[in-house]
């Protein structure tokens, strides 16, 4: 008998949800990520939860309406780490009029049906805080309800809450080779060690890595695809309203800037097709010019490229004969041939469900119980996202040494489970070591012990962001307990 019913290649957001959504259907599951969760293209979406306006301007409406109603479900499973926003589209003479804008949210919301947001509303900038940032000549504003997620985190719960249902997680297990009979053999090596593993089904979701690893790993034919880079850039905070701001570039493109970890703004995006080795995606000059340039056209404030204090970029494939970008699950199964499911691309917002439809596919091999994850919250997303402040709240009262913003990191990242995090501490003192102002030893040996962080790396940009702004001393002290208390 295999080990498993499915091996999962590839721990980024689509081989996370398939996890979390097999394991709870009863299947026995087991990932390999190569490097950390999230290290791919899942660490550099938009960070978006949307219906996708852009694609109502393409008349996709059933797409958008499926999105929308994603949106719903993401808010309700995961209200710590979705953030329902007002998002400000300013109008500009020389692009879309001003009524094709309202038409536009106005059906948008008609297809959101009954989310809760705020609905749409035309703002006079010239007298809204929304305008303070804007140069003079924008006159009105449209603002409607969208979310944002913070993506690479989605990713690590999605793992979290796959490992509390038995499915096996492991990081720093590269798979190397692939066997295909009645079952699959896999070879791993896993943190410097050979391991074999047998599974009934393979599941490919490698990214921007999947048809190279189709090629030598698995040695079967690569699917036919091209692979996209997506990039964005962090600059200082350029607005002080809590808004994500959309604009229309002259190409058409709907640009965003978008309040980033408190004192930061990330301005995205950008894609261009990729060539090379996956593992190094960087974010070429004209890119960050161009968006640059896409904010100096609305804000007052002027930024420079040497302003992006960071770039953010990942690759992904699509299918190469589509011109669509959403992902897709491909089945191969052949008599006598354990099945193998590719899966790849496709946006955040809609990752629950592709996970959801492509593990469906395995209900012709062999007994699941049914769908379950539209309803079933995250970890620590055991409350309703209108409760967040109130959660905020309660944090600071039950650890009064909380600040109010290391409150709100806490509930955003952890949700409930902050108090796993912070125990019974009564001062800071009680949480061990300081690296820089927020980070504690308590929290770095949580995300050790319970969410695979190994590297600073992990830590600071993955499962929090604070490598913004810890200096370099307080980064070494890091490395040097992560080192002592792996
Ligand atoms: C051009 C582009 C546009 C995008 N647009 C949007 C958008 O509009 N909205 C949005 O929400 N998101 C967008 N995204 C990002 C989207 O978040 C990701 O594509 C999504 O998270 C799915 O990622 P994934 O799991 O398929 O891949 P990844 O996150 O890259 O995960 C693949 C993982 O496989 C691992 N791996 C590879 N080979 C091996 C091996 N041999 N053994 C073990 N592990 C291995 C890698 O280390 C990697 O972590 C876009 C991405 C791109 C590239």
Redesign the pocket.
């Known amino acids: 008998m295999a080990d498993y019913d499915v091996a999962i290649?590839?721990?980024?957001?689509?081989?996370?949800s398939m996890a979390r959504d097999a394991a709870g259907r009863g299947l026995r599951v087991i990932l390999?990520?190569?490097?950390?969760?999230?290290?791919?293209?899942?660490?550099?979406?938009?960070?978006?939860?949307h219906g996708?306006l852009a694609g109502l301007e393409r008349r996709r409406f059933f797409r958008v309406r499926r999105a929308l109603r994603e949106r719903d479900v993401m808010l309700r499973i995961a209200p710590h780490l979705v953030r329902p926003m007002r998002f400000a589209l300013p109008a500009h003479a020389e692009e879309r009029p001003p009524w094709q804008l309202r038409s536009l949210l106005l059906l948008y919301e008609r297809l959101a049906s009954r989310s809760g947001l705020p609905r749409s509303a035309t703002l006079d900038v010239t007298h809204h805080p929304v305008g303070n940032a804007l140069k003079r000549p924008f006159g009105t504003a449209f603002e409607y309800s969208d979310c944002v997620v913070d993506?690479s985190r989605l990713?690590v719960l999605t793992a979290v809450d796959a490992a509390a249902r038995g499915a096996d997680i492991r990081t720093g297990?590269?798979?190397?080779r692939a066997e295909r009979g009645e079952t699959w053999r896999l070879v791993?090596i896993d943190r410097g060690y050979r391991r074999v593993i047998t599974a009934r089904s393979l599941v490919n979701?490698?990214?921007?890595?999947?048809a190279?690893?189709a090629d030598t790993?698995l040695r079967v034919p690569a699917p036919q695809l091209a692979?996209?880079?997506?990039s964005q850039i962090v600059v200082r905070r350029l607005f002080d309203c809590n808004n994500v701001y959309v604009f229309q570039n002259p190409d058409g493109q709907l640009i965003f800037a978008s309040p980033y970890e408190r004192d930061y703004t990330l301005i995205g995006?950008v894609?261009h097709p990729?060539k090379g080795d996956?593992?190094i995606v960087a974010m070429g000059v004209r890119e960050v010019a161009y968006l640059c340039d896409a904010a100096n056209r609305y804000f007052r404030e002027q930024i420079a490229p040497a302003d992006a204090l960071r770039t953010i970029s990942?690759?992904?494939?699509?299918v190469a004969s589509a011109r669509r970008?959403d992902?897709a699950a491909l089945l191969d199964y052949r008599r006598g041939k354990a099945p193998l499911l590719t899966?790849?691309?496709?946006?955040?917002?809609t990752?629950r469900r592709r996970a959801e439809r492509a593990v469906s596919e395995f209900t012709r091999f062999y007994p699941m119980t049914p769908r379950w994850t539209a309803t079933v919250p995250l970890p620590g997303g055991e409350f309703a996202w209108q409760r967040f402040e109130t959660e905020v709240d309660i944090a600071r009262d039950r650890w009064r040494f909380l600040g109010e913003a290391q409150a709100r990191r806490l509930v955003a990242a952890y949700g409930l489970n902050v108090k796993d995090v912070l125990g019974d501490a009564r001062e800071k003192a009680d949480l061990g070591p300081a690296f820089g102002t927020e980070l504690t030893g308590a929290e770095v040996r949580y995300l050790m012990r319970k969410e695979w962080a190994r590297f600073p790396d992990d830590v600071l940009w993955r499962r929090s962001k604070l490598g913004l702004t810890m200096p370099q001393a307080d980064r070494d002290a890091l490395a040097a307990f992560m080192a002592k208390a792996d």
Do not use: C, H, K
């Not at 290649?9 to 996370?16: D, P, V």
């Not at 692979?227 to 997506?230: F, G, K, L, P, R």
């Not at 899966?343 to 917002?349: I, K, L, N, P, Q």
């Open positions: 290649i590839g721990g980024g957001l689509n081989g996370t390999l990520e190569q490097g950390d969760l999230g290290s791919g293209a899942s660490q550099a979406s938009p960070r978006l939860v996708d993506d990713v297990a590269r798979v190397t791993a979701a490698t990214g921007a890595w999947t190279s690893v790993v692979t996209v880079q997506i995006s894609s990729f996956p593992a990942g690759a992904n494939s699509v970008r992902g899966v790849f691309g496709g946006d955040v917002t990752s």
